[in-house]
């Protein structure tokens, strides 16, 4: 059933590259299993020109060509400012936020995607080129990390939700202190493995049971939280990170684990922001 209305839904960021046009295309898909609209921002310091009008209807016509017959309704805003300063503002009153993972500079979203994955005020997707949409049914499954941190909590809470919508199972991935590690004994049977799966477990026990219907893998791992997460993205339709981890400092800064994750995914990555 239809959630309660966020005032600008999923917004994508557009910009005119390939990279937000692809950005457009997944976030037809999210909105629509959603139910939530879908706004278009572009943000122009030119007070409105020629230009930006084609931006806007390029994405436009690539929403409309996207849209399935349970097609979101699609808004189209062109703000006249400072592009993070501007898409910071709406995301206030968005559901979520979706950048391209590429901007003009050809870096990880531009300084616009970036600008964004440090303040927004909500969730921010970031997707790369030539993902594929409409997978069916469970044939990915949705990953998220988990270390106990208040925004990881909050990773888990989008990632249930996204796993459940997608009828897709769901990949628990935890990655331990390296004194944590085990010795020669080996993974599946150290006491450490076993004492973090019961941590996953305790921890996501009040999600499971609020989703019943999705099944969970825990995974525990003990080196380097970046690089599992990519490597277990690769079999994965969608990643799920905290935008701080253990340990973060309180600020705006995005944790290098976050960063890491959102730019060297092939697949889409939302972090979840603190608040």
Excluded at 43 to 67: N, P
Excluded at 210 to 222: C, G, I, K, N, Q
Excluded at 225 to 230: C, I, M, N, S
Aim: aromatic fraction near 2%.
């Amino acid at each position: 059933m239809p959630e309660p209305a966020v005032p600008h839904g999923v917004v994508v960021g557009i910009d005119g590259t390939a990279s937000s046009l692809a950005a457009v295309r997944w976030a037809v898909e999210d909105a629509r299993i959603h139910h939530a609209s879908l706004t278009l921002v572009h943000a122009d310091e030119g007070a409105g020109t020629g230009g930006a009008d084609t931006v806007l209807a390029e994405a436009t016509a690539v929403a409309q060509d996207a849209a399935g017959i349970d097609a979101p309704r699609v808004e189209r805003r062109l703000l006249n400012g400072k592009p993070v300063a501007e898409l910071v503002a709406v995301s206030r009153q968005a559901k979520l936020m979706v950048v391209g993972s590429r901007g003009r500079t050809g870096r990880l979203a531009g300084s616009v995607g970036v600008g964004l994955l440090h303040h927004a005020r909500c969730p921010v997707a970031v997707v790369h080129e030539d993902v594929p949409t409409r997978q069916g049914p469970g044939r990915r499954p949705v990953l998220v990390g988990i270390d106990g941190s208040r925004t990881s909590l909050g990773a888990a809470a989008i990632a249930f939700d996204e796993a459940s919508r997608r009828s897709a199972d769901l990949l628990a991935l935890h990655v331990c202190k390296d004194s944590e590690a085990p010795g020669d004994h080996g993974l599946q049977s150290s006491a450490a493995a076993q004492d973090a799966e019961a941590f996953l477990r305790l921890t996501l026990l009040d999600l499971q049971h609020r989703y019943p219907e999705v099944a969970v893998h825990p995974l525990v791992r003990f080196e380097s939280p970046a690089r599992q997460l990519l490597i277990q993205s690769e079999r994965s339709q969608l990643v799920v990170v905290g935008s701080h981890g253990r340990g973060a400092v309180a600020g705006t800064l995005l944790g290098s684990v976050g960063a890491a994750v959102a730019q060297g995914s092939r697949v889409p990555v939302i972090v979840a922001r603190r608040t």
